[in-house]
């Protein structure tokens, strides 16, 4: 069975010395040795100045809307996974979508401003299967109407934006370490933030306001990270490389089979961004089309997924926005099988199989 990723699972003798080490300390969560070491070294991989490691990328969202001290109405996208939109609601924000880019898949900038009322607090941007969004101009935006911008950056572990760190954009970036992600923890996220103040604060906010053994200060929640986890991240972080280059040979073969067949559409990437390769979506010309591919596919034992399907703006707990190119986009597309170790003998199958039903 070949699924649209696999959980990459490092050397178990590996992940047992550090599991020893936490029986050895006793010490199984709150901001252990594990947490710190994984921080430190996250920091220094992904080119950031802050990092808070939290329990999945769920609650990162949310602390982040309180940290920043949202209200009223927030900019995103309708095209992304539904915790994007779902963790405003749950926050009692009101999502106001804007449309993708056709191209991109990301939140089209030139629609943002049309949107802005004096209810809005926040953008929140997603750069869509690692694909960096346009920041700087969502930024000069921000800045014109003084608004926050958070970026629902789980998919774009170490992509670099003009040589620099993407997470550095914005007041918050956001990541996500489930299992399913590029690097993982198992289930896990995290806060990257820029400013010394806000970073205090979000220490707090994920320790319920937590600040000395006898003192709290303020609401907080439990978004505590715990010492497995983090030995999980460490072992997988020793191999990054290997499974980003992994990854990047699967896509650079599908990218070659791809390109240049007219009834497949596939994603531009931004000219300033690296890539991790997290995800090989192609768009077909209908989803009569597309269902004749997944069904011919699932009948090889192979599973690609609708992401993302449906479109967010077409959820029964938001208000109707129109977005035509979430829409049609999400109606599809496809996101193909691909981690480090697919083998090119299946991949080679699953192309044919594509190939053959487009
Ligand atoms: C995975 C994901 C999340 C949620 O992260 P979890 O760690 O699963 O809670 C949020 N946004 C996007 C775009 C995601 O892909």
Redesign the pocket.
């Known amino acids: 069975m070949i699924n649209v990723t696999k959980t990459y699972l490092p050397d178990v003798e590996k992940f047992k010395q550090y599991v020893d080490k936490i029986f050895d300390s006793g010490w199984i969560t709150n901001n252990g040795q594990m947490v710190k070491e994984l921080e430190k070294r996250l920091k220094e991989y992904l080119g950031v100045k802050h990092i808070i490691l939290v329990s999945?990328?769920?609650?990162?969202?949310q602390v982040a809307y309180k940290l920043l001290d949202l209200t009223g109405e927030v900019i995103t996208t309708p095209f992304?996974?539904?915790?994007?939109t779902s963790?405003l609601v749950w926050e009692g924000l009101k999502p106001v979508f804007v449309d993708i880019d056709s191209d991109t898949f990301c939140l089209d900038y030139n629609k943002l401003e049309e949107k802005i009322t004096r209810n809005t607090s926040a953008i929140l941007p997603?750069?869509?299967f690692g694909n960096g969004c346009e920041v700087e101009e969502i930024d000069k935006i921000a800045q014109k109407y003084d608004l926050k911008v958070i970026y629902?950056a789980?998919?774009a572990f170490g992509v670099k934006y003009k040589g620099e760190s993407i997470l550095n954009y914005g007041d918050v970036s956001?990541l996500?370490?489930?299992a399913?992600?590029v690097f993982h923890t198992i289930?896990?996220?995290a806060l990257i933030i820029n400013e010394d103040q806000l970073y205090d604060k979000a220490r707090k906010l994920i320790n319920f306001g937590i600040t000395g053994p006898d003192t709290i200060d303020g609401i907080g929640i439990n978004a505590k990270m715990n010492e497995f986890q983090a030995a999980m991240g460490l072992c997988v972080l020793d191999d990054i490389e290997n499974i980003i280059k992994g990854r990047q040979k699967v896509y650079e073969n599908y990218l070659n089979e791809f390109s240049g067949i007219n009834q497949i559409k596939l994603q531009v990437i931004n000219k300033n961004c690296t890539q991790n390769y997290s995800y090989f979506p192609i768009v077909v010309s209908s989803e009569k089309v597309l269902l004749k591919i997944k069904e011919k596919l699932e009948a090889n034992n192979i599973y690609p997924r609708r992401?993302?399907y449906p479109s967010l703006n077409t959820l029964s707990y938001v208000d109707e926005y129109e977005a035509n190119n979430s829409y049609n986009i999400s109606n599809n597309i496809l996101c193909l099988p691909i981690y480090y170790n697919l083998e090119l003998e299946q991949q080679q199958k699953i192309i044919k199989i594509i190939k053959e039903n487009v």
């Open positions: 999945n990328g769920t609650l990162a969202l992304s996974f539904v915790a994007t963790s997603v750069h869509v629902d789980a998919h956001v996500s370490f489930h399913t992600k289930e896990g996220g992401y993302f």
